[in-house]
């Protein structure tokens, strides 16, 4: 049964409001501002209360089930976080507050900022960025700033791996430099000949996504990092895939000069949709001194009967702000809250369990799917999702399908360079019975493929909605209640 619409719910004279008595002298508007035809639903409180609970029993989240998104992390958020960000000290603070009135709130920050410097092996960190492709551009700002203040604006090409995250292009694009792709080796590394042909005295510096979205560690890294730097350029971290090496490697000990974080993945916070964010940036000490202003700092650190005063600094040679204030405080406060809950060791724990999780999946699945490469992967790996006897049948109709069994689709189609890309991630909050109960689908999936591909061409079959032009979806969205 389709279930009704908002506006076929309404009746006349229906009220879900009670409105007081007004308490005081009334106003006229002018009636150039007036709207005298406004065709809004007239309902009782009942039918609003059903009809929005009715749209959040349709949503998809981590909270009601699996959520392998191949590079997106989606792990799940310990309540704990929620709890901390909500608290009034944090949760009612105001950002043009005095410094003095806010103590507690820096005190949060500079304390988030040295952990984030601690688990990076990098000097310094502005938290300002929004969020992971915000934390690029502002990497990529540096390092060209970098450059401009050597006298050498000549460094405009920027090595990206084609094995790299689709917003790399995008962010060195829009900072005004030139993107230059770099092949892959058969073992999905950097292909180190190819690398050293490009490195000359235009190059600017590499990002580099490790582990790449192959999930596959980058063998070669050192070598890698000693090719840039060895042409003047410098090396850029795309911290997307942190979640693979927390507690067991620091990017900074790689030779690496510049990276972003994406806190909404790696520490926990919900993300999707849009929102929220935060993309915090680290840099090596040459680069410090080019971060985003203002950092916050430790003004004075107290003493016995007094406590340390925090406020902020301005990075010598900064590129200024990226955005207004200090970034999204709330994922902050959840993202400090969740490495404090953890610990050192307890940050170890979760690279080395998500790493687990995915190569037994990967072990699960290697004999129905063929996988990209045969390498122990880090934290996510990739599926093919056709098969050569199964014609017709591609990554996106698996994943259709997937929604059938109530199981939220892994990443498609990406990365480019495996046709029809199954990217799938389960994060270290998973357990065993779910890897398995996922791995078991996956293969039911795989045998309807080539019994009754139908089922997986025209799922999803018991969804409010059903399969969509998603390409028509994109460019001609339906953003109202009321179908016309």
């Known amino acids: ?26 106003s006229t508007f002018p009636p150039a501002l007036i709207r005298t035809e406004l065709p809004l639903p007239q309902l009782a409180e009942s039918d609003v209360v059903r009809h ?5 029993q349709w949503n998809y989240s981590v909270d009601k089930g699996f959520y392998p998104l191949g590079s997106c992390t989606m792990k799940y958020n310990p309540k704990i976080n929620e709890d901390t960000a909500r608290l009034p000290g944090f949760a009612f603070v105001h950002p043009l507050q005095d410094p003095e009135t806010a103590q507690g709130c820096l005190a949060l920050m500079y304390q988030l900022q040295g952990w984030l410097c601690e688990i990076s092996g990098l000097a310094a960190v502005s938290l300002q960025p929004a969020a992971g492709a915000h934390g690029e551009l502002t990497g990529v700002l540096m390092i060209r700033a970098y450059h401009h203040d050597r006298g050498q604006e000549n460094r405009r090409r920027m090595l990206i791996p084609n094995s790299a995250h689709g917003t790399n292009p995008a962010s060195v694009a829009m900072a005004g430099m030139e993107a230059v792709e770099v092949p892959a080796d058969p073992e999905g590394n950097i292909d180190l000949a190819a690398l050293r042909t490009l490195c000359d005295e235009t190059v600017a510096g590499l990002m580099l996504t490790n582990p790449n979205t192959l999930g596959l560690f980058e063998e070669n890294i050192l070598a890698v990092a000693e090719a840039v730097h060895g042409c003047g350029g410098l090396l850029y971290g795309d911290g997307a895939n942190l979640n693979a090496l927390l507690g067991i490697v620091r990017p900074g000990d790689l030779g ?13 916070t919900p993300h999707g949709g849009g929102g929220p964010g935060s993309g915090p940036v680290g840099a090596a000490a040459q680069l410090a001194d080019f971060l985003p202003a203002p950092l916050v700092a430790m003004i004075d650190p107290g003493n016995e009967a007094d406590p340390p005063l925090y406020g902020y600094r301005n990075p010598g040679k900064s590129i200024g702000r990226m955005r207004a204030f200090n970034g999204n405080f709330g994922i902050l406060v959840r993202a400090a809250t969740y490495i404090r809950m953890l610990g050192a060791d307890g940050l170890r724990q979760v690279a080395e369990t998500a790493v687990l999780n995915a190569n037994y999946l990967r072990a699960l699945l290697k004999d129905t799917y063929t996988i990209s490469h045969e390498r122990t992967c880090m934290h996510e790996f990739v599926a093919e999702g056709r098969w050569a006897d199964a014609p017709g049948v591609g990554a996106g109709d698996i994943a259709k399908r997937l929604i059938d069994y109530g199981v939220h689709p892994p990443t498609v189609k990406f990365p480019l360079i495996i046709p029809d890309a199954l990217m799938i991630e389960p994060t270290e909050t998973e357990s065993k019975q779910t890897l398995d109960s996922f791995a078991d689908t996956m293969k039911k999936i795989a045998e309807e493929a080539h019994t009754h591909p139908e089922l997986l061409h025209d799922a999803p079959h018991n969804t409010p909605v059903g399969r969509l032009d998603e390409v028509r979806a994109a460019k001609q969205p339906i953003l109202t209640g009321k179908l016309t």
Request: proline letters at 9%; a negative charge; hydrophobic letters at 40%.
């Open 1 to 26: 049964m389709t279930e009704p619409t908002i506006y076929e719910l309404s009746s006349p004279g229906r009220a879900g409001v009670s409105l007081p008595a007004l308490d005081v002298d009334p």
């Open 52 to 56: 929005f609970l009715r749209l959040s």
């Open 256 to 268: 690496f000069d510049v990276m972003h974080f994406n806190l909404h993945k790696t520490f926990s």
